[in-house]
């Protein structure tokens, strides 16, 4: 039987994971998720979804914006639900029952999406709401459901139509593939270390060693792919042979051969995505996915790649001199290479900052970061967080938090912080539940916002590197545009806008960890509760900069190798790793240094649709919120609360209700200027 006609009621007293949750939070039913539970729901949703959508598309009333659009966003919330749980665990928490459940119901999700999206009935219906006496959320929300089906292939014809369904499917099964892939050559290896190679190693290092290897199983210490073991290895670990080893076996991943080689994935992919492009009367894939953006071509974007990339590179090979000569005076004469820099980049911070990262880790305990981030939500928005006990949580790691303002519930919050072998690697924010409130019979809904993220977990603290506390910054600034969002229609709220605005709030966040005023308060050791002494943070301050070169290069080598791969107008012959390589050597990219997220694992880009000729988009953000950031510091505190308003009012509660450079220049008056971005990365000197 299949999926879209399947409707097996649930056994009596079961929870239906379709079903509204009783949970008073809004929490998901996780604990009745069994394979087999979200099997039949998912069969029940997808069938009650069907019937909606044809209810609204065969209805003999004429077209309103209340029984066409508003029916719409009502619709498939049982769906909803059920994919929540499920992508939640299939992201956080993978086995293979629940990994072949995801490869299982790729096609399905696929073919009845494109079902819905494709619908020249629906689409033609849509087009026919009167525009008259709409509020201005909802011609915005009209603009985009119409943008949707000229976008998803509604108005081709019924070959195209079909093809492009084709396209879809096969792309959602390669996705899945890919990402698959990734996690199992990410999981599947690890590097035993003996008692003579920890030497020299820190004390938290050693602990995440020993961690790693409880984790697995196994006795003694290791290190794993997962971001927070290797980078960490790869800067503290005098061992050359062993940091080359883990090094070639982190960038490797994807690309390894056999059942897990994400190579022939990636060409299919590409030559996918530009038939989807031409199909939709676009000549490349990123003309096709820049059109809805800020930037709004390729040119754009490139130029903006371009000009950053100069000083980058210019920033870059001057570290890489440096390095160089403090590694000769340590009697280290290789030349240095990929697995080096890290190292000697670690020990010429040491060394010319006075500065080292075991030093600075006992002052960023896990607690005191999140109890920081929390804090300057109450600072600049008036949130109020309380930890909830006894829910029953997607893992056990996990922790929630009761978000209030003035007393009234606003949020549910859950955080997941460790890395373990079932966890897709790096860092992301998701909304459980959406705010909205159209629908009067249920009233305003509040959301529940997860952030996932891999940190090392400690035995008794965890302990965070600083650019580990600047992710949970990151992550928990989306997190607030998830829960300030004040919209009425689903499909506005919170993160659902441009993707190259998005990282806006997440990027923006990120600089108050940074301030005096934060640190100060927040970053204490976590034995002694003793403040970062005031030297230690003015040293940590003044080399915040340290090794911008680096970072900037391998973030933009990732972003043009996107972008131009998606520029292609025929895939005849693509190789991925060849053509990555070909525009690396092009741009001229310093020897030592490889692109942040190699194709074969490249997860935004290949894991799904979210990211792809999209990477670029962390730094067209990130020209915003360093000039958005710029606003507080003009008002002379970093927490004034007129601009604090401004910020709320014009962005974080507004979501996608209006078009962001609309929200960008009602907060800031003007256009975003890059050069704020350039010196705030330490690059204008370099230029």
């Known amino acids: 039987m299949s999926h879209e006609s399947s409707a097996t009621a649930p056994a009596a007293g079961a929870v239906a994971l379709d079903a509204p949750t009783a949970d008073p939070h809004g929490l998901p039913p996780f604990a009745a998720a069994t394979p087999q539970a979200i099997r039949e729901a998912f069969g029940r949703a997808l069938a009650a979804h069907k019937a909606e959508i044809a209810a609204i598309r065969d209805s003999a009333d004429a077209p309103t914006f209340a029984n066409t659009i508003e029916a719409l966003e009502a619709a498939g919330r049982g769906l909803g639900r059920v994919a929540t749980v499920f992508y939640t665990l299939a992201s956080t928490c993978s086995d293979d029952p629940i990994r072949e459940l995801e490869r299982e119901m790729a096609p399905v999700m696929s073919r009845h999406w494109s079902a819905v999206s494709m619908d020249p009935a629906l689409a033609a219906r849509v087009d026919a709401v009167p525009e008259d006496g709409l509020s201005p959320e909802q011609a915005r929300v009209l603009f985009l459901w119409r943008q949707g089906y000229e976008r998803s292939g509604a108005r081709l014809d019924e070959a195209g139509r079909a093809r492009l369904a084709e396209i879809m499917e096969e792309l959602s099964k390669l996705a899945t593939r890919f990402s698959q892939n990734v996690l199992a050559d990410e999981s599947g290896w690890f590097m035993e270390l003996g008692e003579e190679d920890l030497a020299d190693l820190p004390e938290s290092l050693v602990a995440s060693a020993a961690r790693a290897a409880k984790d697995r199983g196994k006795t003694g210490h290791m290190v794993t792919l997962a971001r927070s073991s290797v980078e960490p290895f790869l800067k503290l670990a005098p061992r050359r042979d062993l940091r080359e080893r883990a090094w070639r076996a982190w960038v490797s991943r994807g690309a390894n051969g056999g059942e897990t080689d994400n ?9 996918l995505r530009i038939e989807r492009a031409n199909l939709l009367g676009h000549p490349t894939f990123a003309e096709f996915k820049l059109a809805p953006e800020m930037a709004k071509t390729p040119d754009a974007v490139r130029e903006l790649l371009m000009r950053v990339w100069g000083p980058a590179k210019a920033k870059a090979e001057a570290e890489a001199k440096r390095l160089a000569e403090v590694a000769a005076e340590a009697g280290a004469n290789d030349p240095i290479a990929a697995w080096d820099w890290r190292y000697w980049s670690e020990k010429t911070r040491a060394r010319d900052h006075a500065l080292s990262e075991a030093e600075l880790k006992p002052y960023f305990p896990l607690s005191g970061m999140i109890e920081a ?315």
């Open 263 to 271: 190579t022939a994935i990636i060409a299919r992919i590409v030559e």
């Open 373 to 687: 981030a929390f804090d300057c939500a109450g600072r600049l928005f008036g949130l109020e967080f309380r930890e909830v006990e006894g829910l029953a949580l997607h893992h056990p790691d996990a922790r929630a938090w009761e978000v209030t303002r003035g007393g009234v519930p606003l949020a549910l919050f859950v955080g997941d912080y460790f890395a373990r072998p079932s966890k897709r690697s790096g860092a992301w924010m998701s909304q459980m539940v959406g705010q909205e409130d159209f629908d009067a019979s249920v009233g305003r809904v509040r959301p529940v916002i997860l952030n996932v993220m891999n940190f090392a977990q400690g035995d008794d603290e965890t302990l965070l590197s600083f650019d580990d506390a600047r992710t949970l910054f990151h992550e928990f600034g989306h997190a607030l545009h998830g829960m300030l969002s004040d919209v009425k229609y689903p499909s506005v709220s919170g993160t659902s806008v441009a993707r190259d605005f998005v990282e806006l709030p997440s990027q923006l966040y990120e600089h108050w960890l940074e301030t005096p005023e934060v640190l100060g308060r927040h970053a204490r050791h976590y034995r002694t509760g003793e403040p970062i002494p005031a030297a230690l943070m003015e040293k940590m301050l003044a080399a915040r900069n340290f090794g911008q070169g680096f970072a900037t290069v391998e973030y933009l080598a990732s972003a043009l190798v996107d972008h131009e791969m998606h520029r292609l107008t025929s895939a005849e012959g693509f190789e991925a790793l060849a053509f990555e390589k070909a525009v690396l050597e092009g741009i001229g990219i310093p020897q030592a240094i490889v692109s942040r997220h190699s194709a074969p694992h490249f997860l935004h880009v290949f894991s799904g649709d979210g990211y792809s000729a999209g990477y670029y988009s962390y730094m067209w953000s990130e020209v915003m919120d360093a000039d958005a950031f710029a606003a507080f510091e003009e008002a002379g505190d970093v927490f004034d609360a007129q601009t604090a308003k401004r910020l709320a009012d014009d962005i974080l509660t507004r979501g996608g209700s209006l078009d962001p450079m609309d929200a960008w220049l009602a907060f800031r008056g003007r256009e975003p200027d890059p050069a704020a971005m350039i010196r705030g990365r330490g690059l204008d000197d370099a230029a």
